[in-house]
């Protein structure tokens, strides 16, 4: 005698219900519980306030004690992981050609920064960091961060950690600005990716990765690449979008009253113009590619992250605190650079700096 | 917290006349996050509130959490089902007094082995055993799937792999980064019948849920275990790995402050093969832990009523009648 029987009876649905199989579902705690004593009251008890304030609420679990035709909801969950077993296969074939060049661009970046000495390595780092920003201070700044890593004995996590970010944000760098430039001409597909982002960047990974698990294969560097490019390639898009629709509408139509084509107005006042958001954008994904680097670890990632699983499995604090620092520092000096390199790209195109 | 106050009145109704024989109190119990773990506490629970009449807190736990916060704040009281060789910080606790252990919840020990997928044997027979591994490792995928950093297996799995030598024989090990991914790339080779070849332990959902087979390493030798599972084993050798122990802990507030539950704590053990039939019910099932559970208690009553006292076997009888 379910809560919920009168509405099938009400809408002569009982024989589509079926009758009950004694004994085939789990009993639960509170059937237990509420044991020997059988429930005496019926239908004619009439309904008094205990009753109303305790109505359970209308879930697949409560209807399916009512109408066993009804799925529960574990039903449900399982026809949705047996979906994803059945669809896995022909998923595959289309996906794994897709994203082979992200594992082939990892596991390079990976060789390459281990075949590297400590020291040409340091050097090359430099190097950019110079051509990029200009300044000694940073480099200097850049060098130091470089050199402590080196004598904690990190020197190694944090490159590996430092080519799986290089790769990654560059790859966000790279299909997020055109998505972004997309969003931002057509409104319709604004409406469309938005919810799209707000769900990667809400949704836990982990709920994700492990579906992805048998999809890809843990051993493969694809399934981290793809983690952490699907959660840090969220901020580019939605700053490159934001930037380009914050032009200023006037020099928009100065520009096409000097005659500019759309691709002309695009790459020479649109971008340009929305630099500072689409560089905010790139920093920040940098960030969150950063956030992302434990999480990758637990999927079997190297780098600072398997350092700070292994301070946290052995309860060594100490170990985990010093690579979490290890990864503030590269944080702290990615931010510092694409900051700097920002600066100048502004100043490049506004009035000269003194 | 909510449901445990909703027992607790339902059975004050049940048994008005029966006055509250001792006052147990509060008692937290450590709700581990896999399957096994989460129906020993819930079992573990309903004896306590429902036979003891105590207020049972659980608290959503893992192995190594678990142990931090017994070694950091004495918490929670009981933590049942804990794989030692996960966490040998243990030891470290009992030797300090700070924590104590009340049973082997597992009364055979858990089960550590490398395993290969049945489908796998059953087309090459060889495969069975450790030798026929390593003389054709592209059969089980050309990879063994290690334990993650910071297990105990990890560094009794790091040193097997030198003692047999899989670097010579062309069998890459692949480090996995959690339990999660270990247990997922099983799962996920053995749904699409490829080969497999690495580390689990049982009972477990995974090893439930699948047939693997165990490869035979060889006989167990306790010293040469001993060594391999330390990190800076100079010999590293040839040795299978022993049962596991599993244990249910208690701090040793809690064993002296409340005798009685702790009796019942320390009564509460499975054999593998109980928990591994009740897993793979819970999977036909579809079954919460709850259900689990309660399936357990239903049918095995004589079990259990062994482990509770007189008064406790008294409330719980009114119970099931």
Not at chain 1, 69 to 85: H, K, L, S, Y
Not at chain 1, 320 to 329: P, T
Not at chain 2, 41 to 63: H, K, N, W
Not at chain 2, 214 to 222: E, F, Q, R, S, W
């Amino acid at each position: 005698m379910a809560t919920y029987d009168f509405i099938f009876d009400w809408l002569g649905l009982r024989d589509w219900c079926g009758a009950r199989e004694t004994g085939s579902a789990p009993m639960t705690m509170a059937e237990l519980l509420a044991g020997g004593k059988k429930a005496t009251a019926d239908a004619d008890a009439g309904l008094s306030l205990g009753d109303v304030w305790n109505v359970p609420p209308p879930s697949l679990d409560n209807l399916n004690e009512a109408c066993p035709a009804i799925a529960r909801t574990r039903d449900m969950t399982e026809a949705v992981e047996n979906g994803f077993i059945a669809g896995k296969d022909p998923l595959n074939v289309v996906l794994d050609p897709m994203t082979q060049p992200l594992s082939w661009l990892l596991d390079g970046a990976l060789a390459l920064a281990e075949a590297t000495p400590w020291w040409v390595t340091i050097i090359v780092l430099s190097l950019v960091v110079f051509w990029a920003s200009r300044s000694w201070r940073l480099v200097s700044r850049v060098a130091a961060i470089l050199f402590f890593l080196t004598i904690i004995d990190h020197f190694d996590f944090a490159m590996q950690t430092l080519s799986i970010i290089f790769v990654c944000a560059a790859l966000c760098v790279l299909f997020g600005v055109p998505i972004g430039i997309a969003m931002s001409r057509n409104d319709r597909l604004q409406k469309i990716i938005i919810p799209i982002l707000d769900m990667l960047q809400t949704l836990p990974t982990f709920v994700y990765l492990i579906p992805l698990i048998f999809l890809f294969s843990v051993t493969e560097s694809k399934l981290y690449g793809i983690a952490i490019i699907l959660y840090a390639i969220v901020p580019v898009i939605r700053l490159t979008d934001l930037g380009i629709r914050l032009v200023d509408r006037e020099v928009i139509e100065a520009a096409d009253a000097f005659g500019m084509t759309k691709r002309q107005k695009l790459f020479g006042v649109q971008i340009p113009l929305a630099l500072p958001n689409i560089m905010a954008g790139v920093n920040q994904t940098i960030m969150m590619a950063l956030a992302l680097v434990v999480i990758a670890s637990l999927v079997s990632a190297p780098g600072l992250g398997v350092l700070v699983l292994r301070g946290i499995r052995n309860l060594e604090l100490g170990v985990g605190l010093v690579a979490g620092l290890g990864i503030v520092l590269i944080a702290i000096m990615l931010d510092r650079v694409t900051k700097e390199a920002l600066a100048r790209v502004n100043a490049a195109n506004s009035v000269q700096r003194h | 917290m909510k449901k445990a106050l909703l027992a607790g009145a339902l059975c004050t109704m049940l048994a008005p006349g029966v006055a509250m024989a001792d006052e147990c109190g509060d008692v937290s119990v450590a709700d581990m996050n896999w399957a096994s773990g989460a129906i020993i506490t819930r079992i573990t629970e309903f004896l306590m509130v429902q036979g003891y009449g105590c207020d049972v807190t659980l608290v959503p736990s893992a192995t190594t959490t678990s142990v931090a916060s017994l070694a950091e704040k004495n918490e929670p009281d009981v933590v049942p089902e804990l794989w030692v060789n996960s966490a040998p910080l243990f030891l470290k606790l009992e030797a300090e007094g700070k924590a104590q252990v009340a049973a082997n919840v597992f009364s055979d020990g858990g089960v550590e082995n490398w395993w290969v997928p049945d489908y796998l044997v059953e087309a090459h027979p060889e495969l069975a055993t450790i030798e026929g591994i390593l003389a054709n490792p592209e059969l089980v995928g050309g990879r063994f799937h290690n334990c993650p950093d910071g297990w105990g297996c990890r560094t009794a799995n790091d040193n097997l792999v030198q003692a047999f030598d899989f670097e010579g024989k062309g069998m890459e090990v692949f480090n996995h980064g959690s339990g999660e991914t270990l247990a997922a790339a099983m799962a996920s080779a053995y749904e699409a019948k490829e080969p497999f070849f690495g580390y689990q332990y049982g009972p477990s959902a995974v090893l439930g849920r699948y047939n693997m087979v165990a490869v035979d390493i060889g006989p167990y030798n306790a010293d040469i275990h001993a060594c391999n599972q330390t990190a800076d084993c100079a010999t590293p050798g040839i040795s299978a790995y022993p049962s596991a122990p599993v244990l249910t802990v208690v701090t040793t507030d809690f064993a002296t402050n409340k005798p009685d539950v702790y009796e019942l704590v320390k009564n509460i053990s499975f054999t593998s093969n109980d928990v591994s039939r009740l897993l793979a019910w819970q999977e036909e099932n579809s079954a919460s832990y709850e259900e689990a559970a309660v399936y357990f208690l239903t049918q095995n009553k004589d079990t259990w009523m062994g482990w509770v006292n007189e008064s406790a076997a008294e409330k719980l009888g009114n119970l099931f009648n």
